[in-house]
């Protein structure tokens, strides 16, 4: 089992549709979580971040977190043909004194249709 | 805004040679961190440092090696170039306590 898994996609979402994408971890006591988006052929870069279970708003995105189930979510609302990238999950396993390592997931490409 | 370099950009370069990817931070982030990421597919991670005089392999088996002699500086070195190390390379850095990462543009490496 890998350590964080996405469905790959893509998945389509016309314009103006709320995007879903989730991403599910297995290390019970993992920590952080994050969502990077990442432009074909330029280089990741942070969306946001969530620590603790519930809901994080920023604009039009929301991360879901849900400890118990082992899952992490991004919403994307009012999606626009510029959110067409593929999303990339990444979650920090527990550890100590900063010596933990982030793990990335494979990436869900998502494609908004105008 | 991150102040992380890469250089070079690209580079296409004969099988058999050295080369060394250079990566640079302002931010004085304790980990650095370096992926290798094929079109299309997902990032591996090759290695990573703490801080300095700390480096780790990563996931993913690598033929290159790193160095960190200073807290902004972590090139990565291939001593003999081969077709199979064609691909992008990207450096990215964190904080020790919060590990949000931040990328660099990365260098597409061609061998032929």
């Known amino acids: 089992q890998k350590e964080v898994e996405q469905n790959s996609g893509p998945l389509s979402v016309p314009e103006g549709a709320i995007a879903s994408l989730n991403c599910t971890y297995s290390?019970?006591?993992?920590?952080?979580f994050f969502w990077y988006r990442q432009y074909s052929g330029k280089s990741p870069e942070l969306i946001m971040f969530?620590?603790?279970?519930g809901d994080k708003e920023d604009g039009r995105f929301t991360a879901q977190l849900n400890k118990a189930s082992q899952y992490v979510s991004l919403l994307i609302r009012d999606s626009q043909p510029s959110d067409s990238a593929t999303y990339l999950c990444?979650?920090?396993?527990?550890?100590?004194?900063?010596?933990?390592?982030?793990?990335f997931g494979i990436g869900t490409k998502l494609q908004v249709i105008p | 805004e991150a102040d992380i370099y890469q250089t070079p950009r690209y580079l296409v370069i004969g099988t058999g040679k050295k080369i060394t990817l250079e990566c640079s931070q302002t931010m004085g982030h304790d980990k650095m961190y370096w992926y290798q990421q094929d079109p299309g597919m997902e990032l591996h991670l090759i290695h990573y440092s703490y801080g300095v005089n700390s480096t780790e392999k990563g996931d993913l088996s690598s033929e290159s090696t790193v160095s960190r002699i200073r807290t902004e500086h972590f090139p990565l070195t291939l001593e003999s170039a081969r077709p199979s190390h064609t691909s992008q390379y990207l450096c990215?850095?964190?904080?020790?306590?919060?590990?949000?990462?931040?990328f660099g543009p990365g260098t597409r490496l061609t061998v032929l």
């Open positions: 990444a979650v920090n396993p527990p550890g100590s004194g900063g010596y933990q390592k982030v793990t």
């Open positions: 969530i620590y603790s279970n």
């Open positions: 290390d019970r006591g993992s920590q952080s």
């Open positions: 990215a850095s964190s904080e020790a306590a919060v590990d949000t990462q931040y």
